[in-house]
């Protein structure tokens, strides 16, 4: 069977923008960039972008091209026991999609209540607390799943390209629509002076520096899975430098861009800026209940968060269905809907049980989860870096210079198991 394509260069862009752009894009970069100082925090982040979260790509694209498969088979060519390291990862994924594929959940039911003008009646707090872990959630998410197997079924020209294509576009437009709103509240200003402010003392910080890395890291989902089945999609006449650099951006100006829209919203109605998941939940449904057309701006905003999860959960089911496919010899609609419902039943017990919900949550994203982008490198590094440099070169229009390679093979390693130690340790 003929390995699939991308059908141009800006499709894979937007579909690895959609991979990378996830509900921590709306919530989590705003929040850690208020907590660790606004610009003190936003100058790090963009350094380590550049630095390290391109090379991150970059070196997931490269294995994945020039192994022309995903985890399993790219890690079964370089390493000993690959194979079941990529078996891992894909389980992995699974979880991942499991789990997140509640949080989709919920927001689509938020978006309908906001449609309804339900929850313009309805305390946040209450509202939340009735859905969050019931028999209700188990169907939303039922719902998020039905639709991603739905987009990946169609395949990756005809499904993930094209529904990216239209979603990417959509999110930047809603996007950039509620943030003038926020900035145009009353007492914005306040909002800005928190979001921007720098707090330098912040800065000089190890911390901030680990946290911003952190943020960077796993925003851009190099992670040893999506974006080395995306790179294997990859026609040898694509441009991987510049794609990194295009996707590192997009993502970075979403989640940058998704602050202006919070943090004067939230101050301009005298809330609390700081609330985690909450924010999501509960501070900014308030906020729109007393916002001016507050239930139109609502529901074009959990319209984008519908948006953003749905371009990541596509890259989760693609990482496992791609593996069944080159593996089992099975078509991609049969593929797609088995391992759609065996997800629905791992995932199930976290729309009942909060404890399993944080377990599988914890299990994959951060014990084990992180593992798989050093898999990546150390399988891209036993393939030779010679031949992975002159991969990377292959269609480049510009130029990489020389110090991809020892950049690659000694230092970045080190700043994925220097991340993963972080976690740990600074909680």
Not at 108 to 127: C, D, V, W
């Given at each position: 069977?003929?390995?699939e394509t991308?059908?141009s260069r800006?499709g894979?862009?937007?579909?690895?923008?959609?991979s990378?752009?996830?509900?921590?894009?709306?919530?989590?970069?705003?929040?850690?960039?208020?907590?660790?100082?606004?610009?003190?925090?936003?100058?790090?982040?963009?350094?380590?972008?550049?630095?390290?979260?391109?090379?991150?790509?970059?070196?997931?694209?490269?294995?994945?091209?020039s192994?022309?498969g995903?985890?399993?088979?790219?890690?079964?060519?370089?390493?000993?026991?690959?194979?079941?390291?990529?078996?891992?990862?894909?389980?992995?994924m699974?979880?991942i999609?499991?789990?997140?594929?509640?949080?989709?959940?919920?927001?689509?039911?938020?978006?309908?209540?906001?449609?309804?003008?339900?929850?313009?009646?309805?305390?946040?707090?209450?509202?939340?607390?009735?859905l969050?872990?019931?028999?209700?959630?188990?169907?939303?998410?039922?719902?998020?799943?039905?639709?991603?197997?739905?987009?990946?079924?169609?395949?990756?020209?005809?499904?993930?390209?094209?529904?990216?294509?239209?979603m990417?576009p959509?999110?930047?437009?809603?996007?950039?629509?509620?943030?003038?709103?926020?900035?145009?509240?009353?007492?914005?200003y306040?909002?800005?002076?928190?979001y921007?402010?720098?707090?330098?003392?912040?800065?000089?910080?190890?911390?901030?520096?680990?946290?911003?890395l952190?943020?960077?890291?796993?925003?851009?989902?190099?992670?040893?899975?999506?974006?080395?089945?995306?790179?294997?999609y990859?026609?040898?006449?694509?441009?991987?430098?510049?794609?990194?650099?295009?996707?590192?951006?997009?993502?970075?100006?979403?989640?940058?861009?998704a602050?202006?829209?919070i943090?004067?919203?939230?101050?301009?109605?005298?809330?609390?800026?700081?609330?985690?998941?909450?924010?999501?939940?509960?501070?900014?449904?308030?906020?729109?209940?007393?916002?001016?057309?507050?239930?139109?701006?609502?529901?074009?905003?959990?319209?984008?968060?519908?948006f953003?999860?749905?371009?990541?959960t596509?890259?989760?089911?693609?990482?496992?269905?791609?593996?069944?496919?080159?593996?089992?010899?099975m078509?991609?609609?049969?593929?797609?809907?088995?391992?759609?419902l065996?997800?629905?039943?791992?995932?199930?017990?976290?729309?009942?049980?909060?404890?399993?919900?944080?377990?599988?949550?914890?299990?994959?994203?951060?014990?084990i989860?992180?593992?798989?982008?050093?898999?990546?490198?150390?399988?891209?590094?036993?393939?030779?870096?010679?031949?992975?440099?002159?991969?990377?070169?292959?269609?480049?229009?510009?130029?990489?210079?020389?110090?991809?390679?020892?950049?690659?093979?000694?230092?970045?390693?080190?700043?994925?198991?220097?991340?993963?130690?972080?976690?740990?340790?600074?909680?």
């Amino acid at each position: 069977m003929a390995r699939e394509t991308w059908g141009s260069r800006v499709g894979f862009v937007a579909a690895s923008i959609g991979s990378a752009v996830g509900l921590g894009n709306i919530w989590m970069f705003p929040m850690r960039a208020g907590l660790y100082g606004g610009a003190a925090f936003l100058v790090p982040y963009l350094v380590l972008l550049f630095t390290v979260g391109v090379v991150g790509l970059t070196v997931e694209w490269t294995l994945g091209r020039s192994t022309k498969g995903g985890p399993i088979e790219a890690f079964a060519k370089a390493l000993p026991g690959g194979k079941y390291l990529g078996i891992l990862v894909n389980i992995i994924m699974i979880m991942i999609f499991a789990f997140y594929s509640l949080v989709l959940g919920w927001i689509l039911r938020y978006f309908i209540a906001t449609l309804t003008g339900e929850l313009t009646k309805a305390n946040p707090g209450a509202f939340f607390d009735a859905l969050a872990f019931s028999k209700e959630a188990l169907l939303w998410q039922f719902i998020v799943i039905a639709i991603t197997v739905g987009i990946v079924a169609m395949g990756v020209q005809k499904g993930i390209e094209r529904a990216n294509k239209i979603m990417m576009p959509a999110l930047f437009v809603l996007l950039i629509m509620l943030t003038i709103r926020s900035v145009t509240l009353p007492n914005a200003y306040e909002g800005l002076k928190f979001y921007l402010l720098p707090d330098w003392s912040k800065m000089m910080s190890g911390k901030t520096w680990m946290i911003a890395l952190s943020q960077m890291f796993f925003s851009l989902s190099v992670l040893g899975t999506t974006m080395v089945v995306y790179g294997s999609y990859l026609k040898e006449s694509d441009d991987i430098p510049l794609s990194a650099i295009a996707t590192a951006f997009g993502d970075t100006a979403v989640a940058v861009t998704a602050g202006f829209l919070i943090f004067p919203a939230v101050f301009s109605f005298g809330v609390e800026p700081t609330a985690g998941p909450g924010l999501v939940f509960v501070t900014l449904p308030m906020v729109f209940q007393k916002m001016p057309g507050g239930i139109f701006f609502g529901m074009l905003f959990f319209l984008l968060l519908i948006f953003a999860g749905l371009s990541s959960t596509v890259s989760m089911l693609e990482v496992y269905v791609d593996s069944a496919i080159t593996k089992l010899n099975m078509s991609r609609k049969n593929a797609s809907v088995l391992l759609g419902l065996a997800t629905f039943l791992v995932g199930a017990p976290s729309a009942l049980s909060p404890s399993y919900f944080d377990w599988i949550a914890n299990i994959s994203t951060v014990y084990i989860g992180p593992l798989g982008a050093l898999i990546a490198a150390l399988a891209l590094i036993r393939l030779g870096i010679e031949k992975a440099y002159e991969e990377l070169r292959k269609g480049a229009l510009i130029e990489v210079p020389e110090a991809w390679k020892p950049w690659v093979k000694y230092l970045y390693p080190i700043v994925i198991i220097v991340i993963y130690i972080s976690q740990f340790v600074l909680g």
